[in-house]
């Protein structure tokens, strides 16, 4: 998969623009680049909004195992402006405020269901942002959280190894196949 089509799959899946993707597309070579950008704690962070949002299961790994906090870190840092670079790192902040005010504990320190909860909270804020916002305005900081973490996830080989169904070599052309409800989708 190049690219080009990650970012169309991932994009179609959110049903808009990945935040910084035509920075990606241009091969990351962004203004914005800086280093130390993220702590150590910071990729914990992420691993554990990746995990909340793509958890393992008996039958695939989890975003955990795919290191989804290190792809976050290498596209924020390589491919975001410093505006979106300020906007999610200042969103790990926010989400370790919300989660000490509503659980008196910061995100990795709650337990799943909470975490969930409050995903499920900051994703339907994010929606809601999202559909008063001018073009011009940033995009908000858990909708780059959770776009990077299902991206990365399915281009990793796991994920599209595990949790898609994939073919290194396809046979011939199939146009219409039949769905049985439960089939995993296919990577491409």
Known sequence: MNRREALSAVGVLFGTAII???V???????????SGLFSDKDIL??????????????NSPGA?????GEFMK???????TEKDQKIFTDGINKVNER???????????IGAEQKLALLNQLDKEANDYAKHK???????????????SVWGYFSSEQGATKALRYLAIPGRYQGVIDYKKGDKA???
């Open 20 to 22: 910084g993707g035509d």
């Open 24 to 34: 990606f597309l241009s091969g990351c070579k962004s203004p914005g680049k800086r």
């Open 45 to 58: 962070f992420l691993d554990e909004i990746g995990e909340t949002i793509m958890p393992e299961t008996k």
């Open 64 to 68: 955990r195992s795919v290191k989804i």
């Open 74 to 80: 290498k596209i924020v840092t390589d491919c975001y």
């Open 99 to 109: 989660s000490k005010k509503q659980y008196n504990e910061i995100f990795t320190g």
């Open 134 to 148: 001018k073009k011009e305005e940033p995009g908000h900081y858990f909708t780059m959280m959770k776009q990077l």
């Open 186 to 188: 296919w990577a491409t």
